[in-house]
T-cell receptor, first 119, second 115 residues
């Protein structure tokens, strides 16, 4: 079974600075998807960025980028120019593609990292 | 475009009762998944539905059940509530036309408190 580990329970950063959140995962599969979700106090999980394992290029979405190291099974999130609105719980998540069986529609989440952006 | 809508937002129930939570996915989304979120266990997968069929189920007791209707709306039911069922229940939907690469869009959840 695949597992996702986020080793940083809490992080803090000053506004406008850069912060990196860590995530490692364990799987024996070669093809899969990785995601970072953000959950602010409003509770709604918001997709921040996604990465397809077969793509070597690191995904980027505006101020958010990932460092995907497939061999090391590492998927870190870098937030540049941090803003107060980035304060939230961040979850790393793993999903198999559409292969059937017990993998359908199942996101496996890490335990989350609480990020606080200070003014 | 409306997002994933979950109702109700909050619920308080007594041990032993049953509860039904509702989820309306984004229009056109046919896959709906449910998750339980607690401080201790984090986010855990409950089940996934596609075209009214349950395709996957997480490791939860039989008291947890769900269904999906022809319009893709989904409900989950918890019978004989226990204190440990207190949690945030999240529903998510996906277009699911070419696999799950685009991820899931989540609703704001239903906060269930069992007393």
């Amino acid at each position: 079974a695949q597992t996702v580990t986020q080793s940083q329970p809490e992080m803090s950063v000053q506004e406008a600075e850069t912060v990196t959140l860590s995530c490692t995962y364990d799987t024996s599969e070669n093809n899969y998807y990785l995601f970072w979700y953000k959950q602010p106090p409003s509770r709604q999980m918001i997709l921040v960025i996604r990465q397809e394992a077969y793509k070597q290029q690191n995904a980027t979405e505006n101020r958010f980028s990932v460092n995907f190291q497939k061999a090391a099974k590492s998927f870190s999130l870098k937030i540049s120019d941090s803003q107060l609105g980035d304060t939230a719980m961040y979850f790393c998540a793993f999903m198999f593609p559409r292969t059937g069986g017990t993998s359908y529609g199942k996101l496996t989440f890490g335990q989350g990292t609480i990020l606080t952006v200070h003014p | 475009k409306a997002g994933v809508t979950q109702t109700p937002r909050y619920l308080i129930k007594t041990r032993g009762q049953q509860v039904t939570l509702s989820c309306s996915p984004i229009s056109g989304h046919r896959s709906v998944s449910w998750y339980q979120q607690t401080p201790g266990q984090g986010l855990q997968f409950l089940f996934e539905y596609f075209s009214e069929t349950q395709r996957n189920k997480g490791n939860f007791p039989g008291r947890f059940s769900g269904r999906q209707f022809s319009n893709s709306r989904s409900e989950m039911n918890v019978s004989t509530l226990e204190l440990g069922d207190s949690a945030l229940y999240l529903c998510a939907s996906s277009l699911n036309t070419r696999g799950f690469g685009y991820g899931y869009t989540f609703g704001s959840g239903t906060r269930l408190t069992v007393v």
